[in-house]
């Protein structure tokens, strides 16, 4: 048996969550499935997966297996691409990852458009928080807000630059103390969204200062959503951190307010993020050359808007 046919099976077990799926998905009856797997078992000399009746689960080996098998049959992949040559018309899966709130209202719309364009190409949008191991993953695109690139990794700089800020309702900060500087948060009803600290906030130094300062507190509210903590601060619940973008329409529409000027923290660049080397495959090329530019133009105008909140 050929093994990379057999590492196909097995990632797409995976993927569709038992023999079953595979063999639907891959036009395979579950005997060819099993049989496949059970010959890589034999290649490695391990079980990689532990069968039930409903479900498939990886044995400590297998997870490693299963990332090494991702690697392999993207870089298969990726080399025939390369081997059909750069006019090769751009087709198959395209995997993409944002984060959620860029992802759905900044991300999509160009993705949508992109698939128009590209019939031939499907695209798999994967929205999280989290920062995604691209390789292992077998993850084409990252767009990154907020992390700076990793060095094994190519950076396409989208041009804008954002930086997080300190907001509350107006609702909330008539009830309570007055927020002078950092430390004052401490007695106060703290928002914490995940992407920024649970239990902590960092600002920038103090006036004459070269050490940032951190500032400890005890949240009322833990949220891992952009969207839970910018309803709940409307809302009147307490303080959070989010990014100016996130928060420029509701402090123009009076229903936040920016808090603590400059304190925030050094602003920071956005990227598209991609594996060295993928540039080349035709679905990749073609979705750099037609979302660069209208990534370019969003982040200026989110950019544009942030500055308006400074003025």
């Excluded at 229903?255 to 080349?280: C, D, F, I, K």
Aim: charged share 25%; with cysteine; glycine share 8%.
């Amino acid at each position: 048996m050929d093994r990379i046919e057999a590492m196909k099976v097995f990632v797409a077990a995976l993927d569709e969550g038992s023999l079953a799926g595979a063999g639907r998905q891959l036009g395979r009856s579950p005997a060819a499935v099993s049989r496949a797997i059970a010959f890589l078992e034999r290649q490695v000399g391990a079980t990689l997966l532990h069968r039930t009746t409903r479900a498939i689960k990886l044995s400590e080996i297998g997870e490693r297996y299963a990332a090494a098998c991702r690697r392999i049959l993207v870089d298969l992949q990726e080399a025939e691409a390369i081997g059909a040559g750069e006019r090769a018309a751009p087709r198959g899966t395209l995997t993409i990852t944002a984060p959620t709130v860029s992802g759905e209202e900044i991300l999509r719309p160009i993705i949508d458009a992109y698939i128009e364009a590209y019939p031939a190409v499907s695209v798999n949008l994967v929205l999280f928080a989290r920062s995604a191991n691209l390789i292992e993953e077998g993850i084409d695109i990252a767009l990154r807000v907020l992390e700076l690139p990793d060095s094994s990794m190519t950076a396409i700089r989208i041009g804008g630059e954002v930086r997080p800020v300190i907001v509350a309702a107006p609702r909330y900060l008539s009830q309570h103390p007055r927020i002078d500087e950092p430390g004052d948060l401490t007695r106060h009803s703290i928002i914490a969204c995940t992407d920024f600290g649970r239990d902590s906030w960092v600002f920038s130094p103090p006036k004459g200062g070269s050490i940032a300062r951190s500032v400890q507190f005890k949240p009322r509210l833990i949220v891992n959503s952009v969207r839970a903590a910018l309803g709940a601060a409307v809302g009147g619940l307490g303080v959070t951190r989010l990014l100016t973008y996130q928060v420029a329409e509701r402090v123009q529409d009076g229903s936040l307010q920016l808090l603590l000027r400059g304190t925030e923290p050094p602003a920071r660049p956005v990227n598209l993020l991609l594996p060295q080397g993928r540039s080349t495959v035709p679905k990749v090329r073609a979705f750099l050359d037609f979302a660069v530019p209208r990534l370019r133009a969003d982040f200026a105008r989110l950019t544009a808007e942030a500055v308006a909140l400074d003025d």
